[in-house]
């Protein structure tokens, strides 16, 4: 979900934070290859696919505390970084066209303009205007282009910030729910693994 709907602000973070929903769909598809492992395992009584289950599981697991710590690590960081992102997108504002599109389309939908506020565009625009996306709505009979008067007072960073910190805790929420069920999963393998184990040694 946040790969797909909200990948279009990646301009505004750094890459090697938004790597973090591609790296959980690789983890989460090595899960799926493991429990499949684990099933087989366990319809087949078989105590070796059982083991091979449960370490496979138990790294998994670690590199998945391992993730979540530099996530938090990272996120503790964002604020700088994405400040870092939105002044230099918008130093080359009329030179690339993907910032320009990425900042039409984060001020339209946020509701916002500039960094802080409309003040940012100052460099950039030096008539007094502002992007088109800076206002939702213009008085003709008042001004031409979109201006301080009629702009977002707000700034994007913490609107986009607020944003993303939404998101994060629902997909932390979401990474330390599976870990848990993990290693449930782990425990009973375990459980299994001594049972077969005692099973082929009565035999």
Not at 29 to 54: P, Q, T, V
């Amino acid at each position: 979900m946040v790969q797909l709907n909200y990948a279009h602000y990646s301009n505004f973070v750094s890459d090697h934070i938004w790597t973090v929903p591609i790296i959980l769909i690789i983890v989460g598809a090595i899960i799926a290859f493991i429990c499949f492992l684990g099933c087989c395992g366990a319809l087949k009584e078989n105590s070796c696919m059982i083991l091979s289950f449960a370490i496979l599981a138990v790294i998994i697991f670690f590199f998945e505390i391992g993730l979540g710590v530099a996530g938090y690590l990272k996120h503790a960081a964002l604020s700088e970084i994405m400040e870092g992102q939105f002044n230099s997108t918008m130093k080359e504002y009329n030179e690339r066209k993907e910032n320009r599109d990425a900042w039409s389309l984060l001020q339209s939908e946020m509701d916002c303009c500039g960094t802080f506020g409309p003040k940012d565009w100052e460099p950039i625009f030096h008539n007094n205007s502002l992007p088109p996306a800076c206002c939702t709505i213009i008085n003709l009979n008042e001004a031409q282009d979109c201006t301080v008067v009629h702009a977002h007072t707000e700034g994007c960073l913490n609107k986009l910030l607020t944003f993303l910190d939404s998101k994060t805790l629902t997909l932390a929420g979401v990474v330390l729910g599976v870990a848990g069920i993990q290693l449930l999963t782990i425990l009973f393998a375990c459980c299994l693994f001594r049972s077969f184990r005692r099973s082929y040694r009565a035999v």
